[in-house]
């Protein structure tokens, strides 16, 4: 069954990018953490260079995707990944379709109905695989709206002090996640995490001995 898989990279503190929108410092890990080359594929392909364990775990994960999910922030600043994101083909939840969209030989589609629909037509996409989330807004909205099977954080080594958040305007919190795995890699850690689908009765032991 496809799942739903919410993919950032991420400062210690909890930042996605700078005050200016800037995402060099948590980014920094994909160019220049090792030697090991990792190419992305698409229409706008780069070349990553990391760490052995880095380059292991970005193997295992991509091979899992299978379509892509995201804001309109994110599809602007991306440039529309050249019209074929790497992972298969991206839905953008948007209020309107962007002027010059959708392209012809393009994957990228546009929804205009609701994160529920954004999801469901990502699934059908990505058919027996994942569908990996970008941007923090749509992440948000996804965990307010239970739609998110799993969180994973490329935790970057540096301190921003502010900007964007990942986690921000959440409701429902606290929210017990499940354990974690963890990957060590050179100037980064691969964090991920199940996303708990809580029981209303559920509640803290000690709170229930009150």
């Known amino acids: 069954m496809s799942k739903v898989i919410a993919i950032m990279s991420m400062s210690l503190d909890g930042y996605v990018a700078d005050p200016n929108d800037g995402v060099g410092e948590v980014f920094d890990w994909y160019m220049s953490s090792g030697d090991v080359e990792f190419h992305t594929g698409g229409s706008d392909p780069m070349t990553f260079k ?18 892509v999910l995201t804001g309109r922030r994110t599809f602007e600043v991306a440039d529309g990944w ?11 939840l948007t209020h309107d379709i962007p002027p010059g969209w ?10 205009t ?8 037509q990502a699934k059908a996409a990505a058919g027996e695989k994942s569908v990996a989330v970008h941007g923090a807004d749509t992440i948000q909205q996804l965990l307010n709206a239970g739609l998110l099977d799993e969180i994973h954080v490329d935790i970057a080594a540096v301190l921003l002090g502010s900007g964007v958040r990942l986690f921000d305007q959440l409701a429902g919190t606290p929210s ?7 990957i060590a890699g050179v100037g980064v ?8 689908k809580a029981s209303k009765a559920e509640s803290h032991p000690i709170a229930s001995a009150r």
């Open 189 to 196: 850690t691969h964090v991920r995490y199940p996303v708990r």
């Open 176 to 182: 017990v996640l499940g354990d974690p795995t963890v």
């Open 50 to 67: 990391v760490s052995r364990p880095s380059a292991v775990h970005l193997r295992s994960l991509w091979s899992e995707l299978g379509a």
């Open 102 to 111: 959708p392209r012809p030989d393009s994957t990228v589609h546009f929804v």
């Open 113 to 120: 109905d609701g994160i529920e629909s954004a999801v469901n």
């Open 82 to 92: 050249g019209g074929n994101h790497a992972w298969g083909p991206a839905f953008v």
